[in-house]
């Protein structure tokens, strides 16, 4: 069984950064980072698609994907956070490759992490 691990969420102020990780034990193609805030749907904030990171609109530009060379870990540095940027953010993987339109919709995946909570205050 696949397993994903999130880590690197906590309490900050707005401006802030965060650096949040996720590590998965498998082999997979795509690795995405979602979040979700409380009365909300799962959002994509963006995914290393084989070597090419995607990013949603809402964070292009204050957010960055990078993943570690040769290993199942990727990275997401959130710069200037801002109280809207409060949510769970959870990892997501797809174990091989599929359409480029599946990474933006949470059933497009195969194995979520748990989640690392990121809140953000102003």
């Known amino acids: 069984q696949v397993r994903v691990e999130e880590s690197g969420g906590g309490s900050v102020q707005a401006g802030d950064s965060l650096r949040l990780s996720c590590i998965t034990s498998?082999?997979?193609?795509?690795m995405a980072w979602f979040r979700q805030a409380p009365g909300n749907e799962r959002e994509f904030v963006g995914a290393?698609?084989?070597?090419?990171?995607r990013y949603s609109d809402s964070v292009k530009g204050r957010f960055t994907i990078s993943k570690a060379l040769g290993q199942n870990t990727i990275y997401l540095q959130m710069n200037n956070l801002q109280p809207e940027d409060t949510a769970i953010y959870y990892c997501?993987?797809?174990?091989?490759?599929?359409?480029?339109?599946?990474?933006?919709?949470?059933?497009?995946?195969?194995?979520w992490g748990q989640g690392t909570q990121a809140t953000v205050s102003s």
């Open positions: 498998g082999t997979v193609y795509t």
């Open positions: 290393f698609v084989g070597a090419d990171p």
């Open positions: 997501a993987v797809q174990f091989t490759r599929k359409w480029l339109s599946s990474i933006y919709g949470a059933l497009g995946y195969d194995a």
